[in-house]
């Protein structure tokens, strides 16, 4: 079974990209042979269509599991089309993710759960201050006024994986500030 896992760096120690379409690296691993390949995102950088043409390559590459943090629902849509079984998983390293599964303490998602948005994310200028405002480029501004659970419980998800990542380089740091000294 050849299972692939959004990763934020080049190997199966590194943590699990939270965004499907937007994560910098894909580690493909096939569990009958243990082989690991190491896939830079070609299409990261791009500004609208990305979840789409990930998953594309996803399903050229023969995989039959993702692991990822988040997906949008035209990503979603074109995994489920694939025949791709899409399992979420909030956050730890490529390898725990992978030794999750095998445990079978991951599931799988049945649809979207990250709101769709169009753009590469975060203003890059265009909203209110430094670019990180809530204005025309933001994926934020997307959203309904108004919350429904779906929304309200995927942004407690996601605050809490921001959180988590936070303490790890809090972590980092600390670390890094004791080896300077």
Not at 78 to 104: C, H, M, T, W, Y
Not at 115 to 142: L, T
Request: charged share 20%; aromatic share 4%.
């Amino acid at each position: 079974m050849k299972i692939i896992v959004s990763a934020e760096g080049p190997s199966i120690d590194a943590q699990v990209s939270l965004r499907f379409g937007r994560a910098p690296y894909f580690i493909l691993i096939d569990t009958e042979t243990m082989n690991v390949e190491i896939l830079e995102n070609p299409f990261v950088n791009q500004m609208s269509g990305v979840g789409i043409q990930v998953a594309q390559l996803v399903a050229e590459k023969g995989v039959e599991v993702i692991i990822t943090g988040h997906v949008g629902p035209k990503a979603f849509e074109a995994l489920r089309q694939a025949g791709i079984q899409i399992v979420s998983v909030n956050g730890g390293s490529v390898k725990e993710a992978i030794d999750a599964f095998k445990e079978g303490k991951l599931s799988s998602v049945s649809a979207a759960t990250a709101p769709a948005h169009s753009g590469g994310g975060w203003g890059r200028g265009m909203g209110m201050g430094i670019g990180m405002g809530m204005g025309k480029g933001c994926r934020w501004s997307s959203l309904p006024s108004q919350t429904n659970p779906d929304e309200l419980r995927l942004l407690k998800e996601q605050m809490a994986q921001m959180q988590k990542q936070l303490e790890q380089i809090v972590k980092k740091l600390e670390n890094l500030e004791k080896k300077g000294k």
